[in-house]
């Protein structure tokens, strides 16, 4: 499985950026998609992930303010960002799951900065 991820940038605070995670292999083994994110000296965490059911799982810091959702048609998943603080400033990774390995994408930088 490969996971190419796209849409990072600069942004203001309050403002808006959808992240793009397009997967290509073999995509038929993935159960969950998702995104993690890393800060400067930080661990990486999850951010969002969504289960090949439909259900989803959001960190605490970003409920209410990000959305993931899932295009089967596209093998993509995407992650709305809105209402972006200076502290979701990261590297955000793509990931996938599936038949027992974890597949990570190239990060996108994320800065939330006036």
């Known amino acids: 499985v490969q996971l190419q991820a796209s849409g990072g940038g600069l942004v203001q605070p309050g403002g808006s950026l959808r992240l793009s995670c397009v997967a290509s292999?073999?995509?038929?083994?993935?159960?969950?998609m998702g995104w993690y994110r890393q800060a400067p000296g930080k661990q990486r965490e999850l951010v969002a992930r969504?289960?090949?059911?439909?259900?989803?799982d959001y960190a605490d810091s970003v409920k209410g303010r990000f959305t993931i959702s899932r295009d089967n048609a596209k093998n993509t998943v995407l992650l709305q960002m809105n209402s972006l603080k200076p502290e979701d400033t990261a590297v955000y990774y793509c990931?996938?799951?599936?038949?027992?390995?974890?597949?990570w994408g190239r990060g996108t930088l994320v800065t939330v900065s006036s």
């Open positions: 969504m289960f090949s059911g439909g259900s989803t």
């Open positions: 292999g073999s995509i038929f083994s993935i159960t969950i």
């Open positions: 990931n996938a799951w599936g038949a027992r390995v974890n597949y």
